[in-house]
Nanobody
Framework: QVQVVESGGGLVQVGGSLRLSCAAS????????MGWFRQAPGKERELAAT????????TYADSVKGRFTISKDNDKNTVYLQMNSLRPDDTAVYYC??????????WGQGTQVTVSS
């Protein structure tokens, strides 16, 4: 019912910046929360940041707090992740997650972020 597509990943140097985008689309749906998860090689997927769709309340993992900023465009059903001061341990596949008001969860295909030292 809902398609989730990420973009903006790539290769950056340590200390650099990158901006990820995630667009959700479908015939009919309402977003409750959108967020970003990441999974590094050999590690479990972990939450990076989330934002509620109406109140705009944000949540960040301690590891990215102060460096990453999540934002949204409600009219475009799009969420962004501005990543600054990138470190090698930020290297991961970043997945966009959508929680609808009906309690359904949808995932994007993931976009690779590689931070080189």
């Amino acid at each position: 019912q809902v398609q989730v597509v990420e973009s903006g990943g790539g290769l950056v140097q340590v200390g650099g910046s990158l901006r990820l985008s995630c667009a959700a689309s479908g015939r009919t749906f309402s977003i409750a929360i959108m967020g970003w998860f990441r999974q590094a090689p050999g590690k479990e997927r972990e939450l990076a940041a989330t934002v509620t769709w109406t109140a705009g309340i944000t949540t960040y993992a301690d590891s990215v707090k102060g460096r990453f900023t999540i934002s949204k465009d409600n009219d475009k059903n799009t969420v962004y992740l501005q990543m600054n001061s990138l470190r090698p341990d930020d290297t991961a596949v970043y997945y966009c997650r959508v929680l609808t008001t009906w309690g359904n969860v949808y995932w994007g295909q993931g976009t690779q972020v590689t931070v080189s030292s």
